[in-house]
C-alpha cells in the first residue's frame, strides 16, 4: 500500500488545495496530449472543491468531465450526480468543458450502462484525473458491500466500462465505473472530509476482505498510488 495522505486544516483549505491539484493536473494533459479527461464522484464532500475547481483559469473547452458513479434517475432529479456536477462545476469558466452523463433513458439500467459503457471508448484511456469519495461504510464509486455486482465490479479481470449495482442503503439503482477504469487514473485522489471517514480509513487499511470495505480494492491493487486528500 503505498496512498499518500494530504491533511488541510479545515474544508475551505482542502477545497482549494485539491482544485490546485486537480487544475494542475488537467492542464498538463492538456498541454501533453490535446485533451483532458476527469471522472468525478458525487455527494456531499465535493461540493467546495467543485465550486473552486470551477473558477480555474484551464482551457475548459480540452476537457471533458464524466462521473465515477450515479444513480439511475434523470439530471433533474435531486439525487442526480450530474445535477450536483451541473450546479457547482460547470459553471464560469468550467461551463466551455465537454460532459458524458452516466444516466441514459433506456429500457433499463443494464441497457444504460452499455450505452455510455460504449460512449466512454471514446475518451480514451486511462483517465487523466479521478476522484473518489468514500462511504461510512467503506464503499466507493458503487462498489457498495453486498452489492449486487461487487464481485463483477472490482475484479481485476472485468474489463473497463460502467456495469450497474444494487445494494441496500443505495437508494436507486447505480451506474459506476468498474475498478478497470478508475485504478490507473494518471491521478488518482480519495477526497474525505471527518475525522469519522479517517477512523473509516484506518479500518479499511487493516486486514479483512476487499468485499466488507470495497475502498480496499483501491488502497490495496489499484495501479496508480492513491493521494488521499483530508480535513477534519
Ligand atoms: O453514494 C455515494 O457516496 C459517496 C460518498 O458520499 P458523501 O456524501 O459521504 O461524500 C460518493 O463518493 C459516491 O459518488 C456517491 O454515489
Not at 34 to 49: E, M, Q
Not at 129 to 136: A, E, P, Q, S
Request: aromatic share 6%; glycine share 8%; proline share 4%.
Amino acid at each position: 500500500m503505498s496512498a499518500r495522505l494530504h491533511e488541510f486544516k479545515d474544508g475551505a483549505a482542502l477545497a482549494e488545495g485539491l482544485a490546485d491539484r486537480v487544475s494542475a493536473a488537467l492542464a498538463d494533459a492538456v498541454a501533453a496530449r490535446g485533451k483532458a479527461t476527469i471522472a468525478v464522484s458525487g455527494g456531499s464532500t465535493p461540493k467546495a472543491f467543485f465550486k473552486s475547481l470551477s473558477t480555474r483559469d484551464i482551457d475548459w473547452a480540452k476537457v471533458t468531465i464524466t462521473l465515477v458513479d450515479e444513480r439511475f434517475v434523470p439530471a433533474d432529479n435531486p439525487r442526480s450526480n450530474h445535477l450536483l456536477v451541473a450546479e457547482n462545476l460547470l459553471q464560469g469558466k468550467a461551463q466551455a468543458a465537454h460532459f458524458l452523463p452516466l444516466y441514459r433513458q433506456a429500457d433499463s439500467a443494464d441497457e444504460a450502462a452499455r450505452i455510455v459503457s460504449r460512449d466512454a471508448e471514446a475518451l480514451g484511456a486511462p483517465f487523466d484525473v479521478v476522484i473518489l469519495g468514500m462511504g461510512t461504510d467503506g464503499h466507493t464509486a458503487s462498489f457498495f458491500p453486498g452489492g449486487s455486482n461487487l464481485a463483477t465490479a472490482i475484479s481485476a479481470e472485468t474489463s473497463r466500462g460502467v456495469i450497474t449495482m444494487e445494494a441496500e442503503g443505495a437508494g436507486e439503482t447505480r451506474l459506476t465505473f468498474t475498478f478497470a477504469s478508475l485504478q490507473d487514473a494518471r491521478l488518482l485522489v480519495l477526497h474525505i472530509e471527518g475525522q469519522g471517514k479517517k477512523d473509516v480509513l484506518a479500518a479499511a487499511e487493516g486486514d479483512g476482505p476487499e468485499t466488507d470495505m470495497p475502498i480496499r480494492a483501491v488502497l490495496r491493487r489499484a495501479a496508480t498510488p492513491v493521494d488521499i486528500y483530508w480535513a477534519p
